[in-house]
């Protein structure tokens, strides 16, 4: 089983008695490896409560493995269900990242409004296109009940949110990478108007044609209340982080039962690990792969966002479990162009950022 676990690297020096360790972190005596880890199911590190302390400069490092967890007996059959959806998350980036639009075909159609041929050769572009953002859309639904399913695992009694992290860290990990997907989506679909352009010219060659009494075969696939609903899902600039909120705050609402600091307490605890490992450098010698710290990122900041459209005052209030200083500085000290849009989710898709309760230091951050 994978746990939260203290960092060693093999390859460090010997530390000497009375040298600091990483994160102040001093044990009591000379230990050896296999103690560190048993140190990590002890009940006062086990449950990570300490790491969602207000006192967020001794918060405990811990290190969750990202790379390797795989799931338990106890997470098979969520994380089965969760990983078909995830499946096919790759696939739609690759679909997306390489999508050109038929903005050739359209400015000829409009331009020559009489051309039979120039109208039907746009048309006969876009029509394939939007079945793609049809099947993006469609994807969104599914992705949002995996979500569910997963914040029902790492919520439910008996065991709190934090001990669920430890407990089922594969769960966490798809967590963690519908997160990823997220971001990665939504940073491709604001940098590429083509998207909004082709859905339009294709509703308004819809819409002519009802006038004209004519009916015409793509409207089979993409009737007219689905194109309503995926006109709603593209009008936002960041379509699939809006769905993930959306869900969160539902299944918040809809289980009322569960306190609402088991979900925030989750997400808190998720950012503060990320952010954890992506500053300590000791920490991140254990990534093998060098996409995990854009991965660390990605989840860092899907999680704040979260948060900030659940919690009732959000991820930048001097109450928030969230470290928000910390969390932008360890984004800027990235190279600008791997964090630009990683920072503008935080400045344009968050709830609170603007509310008297934020700090001019975390607004100026932000800036």
Same mark, same amino acid.
């Given at each position: 089983?994978?746990?939260?676990?203290?960092?060693?690297?093999?390859?460090?020096?010997?530390?000497?008695?009375?040298?600091?360790?990483?994160?102040?972190?001093?044990?009591?005596?000379?230990?050896?490896?296999?103690?560190?880890?048993?140190?990590?199911?002890?009940?006062?590190?086990?449950?990570?409560?300490?790491?969602?302390?207000?006192?967020?400069?001794?918060?405990?490092?811990?290190?969750?493995?990202?790379?390797?967890?795989?799931?338990?007996?106890?997470?098979?059959?969520?994380?089965?269900?969760?990983?078909?959806?995830?499946?096919?998350?790759?696939?739609?980036?690759?679909?997306?990242?390489?999508?050109?639009?038929?903005?050739?075909?359209?400015?000829?159609?409009?331009?020559?409004?009489?051309?039979?041929?120039?109208?039907?050769?746009?048309?006969?572009?876009?029509?394939?296109?939007?079945?793609?953002?049809?099947?993006?859309?469609?994807?969104?639904?599914?992705?949002?009940?995996?979500?569910?399913?997963?914040?029902?695992?790492?919520?439910?009694?008996?065991?709190?949110?934090?001990?669920?992290?430890?407990?089922?860290?594969?769960?966490?990990?798809?967590?963690?990478?519908?997160?990823?997907?997220?971001?990665?989506?939504?940073?491709?679909?604001?940098?590429?108007?083509?998207?909004?352009?082709?859905?339009?010219?294709?509703?308004?060659?819809?819409?002519?044609?009802?006038?004209?009494?004519?009916?015409?075969?793509?409207?089979?696939?993409?009737?007219?209340?689905?194109?309503?609903?995926?006109?709603?899902?593209?009008?936002?600039?960041?379509?699939?982080?809006?769905?993930?909120?959306?869900?969160?705050?539902?299944?918040?609402?809809?289980?009322?039962?569960?306190?609402?600091?088991?979900?925030?307490?989750?997400?808190?605890?998720?950012?503060?690990?990320?952010? $954890?490992?992506?500053?300590?450098?000791?920490?991140?010698?254990?990534?093998?792969?060098?996409?995990?710290?854009?991965?660390?990122?990605?989840?860092? $900041?899907?999680?704040?966002?979260?948060?900030?459209?659940?919690?009732?005052?959000?991820?930048?209030?001097?109450?928030?479990?969230?470290?928000?200083?910390?969390?932008?500085?360890?984004?800027?000290?990235?190279?600008?162009?791997?964090?630009?849009?990683?920072?503008?989710?935080?400045?344009?898709?968050?709830?609170?950022?603007?509310?008297?309760?934020?700090?001019?230091?975390?607004?100026?951050?932000?800036?």
């Amino acid at each position: 089983m994978l746990f939260f676990t203290h960092i060693f690297c093999r390859d460090e020096q010997t530390i000497s008695p009375g040298q600091q360790y990483p994160g102040n972190h001093q044990p009591s005596s000379a230990l050896g490896m296999d103690h560190m880890l048993l140190q990590t199911r002890s009940p006062a590190m086990g449950n990570l409560i300490k790491v969602l302390g207000k006192d967020l400069e001794n918060c405990p490092h811990f290190f969750l493995d990202f790379e390797n967890a795989q799931p338990t007996e106890a997470e098979t059959a969520v994380w089965n269900q969760v990983s078909a959806v995830l499946e096919e998350a790759h696939g739609i980036l690759a679909e997306l990242q390489s999508y050109n639009g038929a903005g050739q075909e359209i400015r000829e159609a409009i331009q020559n409004p009489g051309d039979l041929a120039l109208q039907e050769k746009a048309w006969n572009a876009v029509c394939p296109l939007v079945a793609k953002l049809k099947r993006f859309y469609e994807f969104s639904l599914r992705l949002e009940n995996a979500l569910r399913s997963l914040l029902e695992a790492l919520t439910s009694p008996p065991y709190a949110p934090m001990q669920h992290l430890e407990r089922e860290q594969a769960l966490a990990k798809q967590f963690a990478e519908i997160l990823h997907f997220t971001l990665s989506f939504d940073e491709l679909k604001m940098t590429n108007p083509a998207i909004q352009n082709d859905f339009s010219y294709y509703r308004r060659t819809i819409s002519r044609n009802r006038l004209n009494n004519q009916q015409l075969e793509a409207e089979n696939e993409v009737n007219n209340e689905m194109a309503n609903r995926m006109s709603l899902f593209y009008a936002e600039a960041t379509p699939m982080l809006k769905t993930l909120s959306n869900a969160t705050t539902k299944f918040v609402s809809e289980n009322k039962t569960l306190p609402i600091e088991d979900t925030t307490d989750c997400l808190s605890t998720m950012a503060c690990v990320c952010r $954890v490992m992506l500053e300590t450098p000791e920490y991140r010698c254990r990534f093998t792969n060098t996409d995990t710290m854009l991965f660390c990122m990605r989840v860092m $900041v899907g999680v704040i966002i979260l948060y900030d459209h659940v919690h009732p005052v959000g991820a930048f209030a001097k109450t928030s479990k969230i470290d928000m200083k910390g969390c932008i500085k360890v984004l800027k000290e990235q190279p600008s162009n791997s964090v630009e849009g990683l920072l503008n989710a935080l400045r344009y898709t968050t709830r609170h950022l603007n509310d008297d309760s934020t700090s001019k230091q975390i607004r100026a951050l932000l800036q």
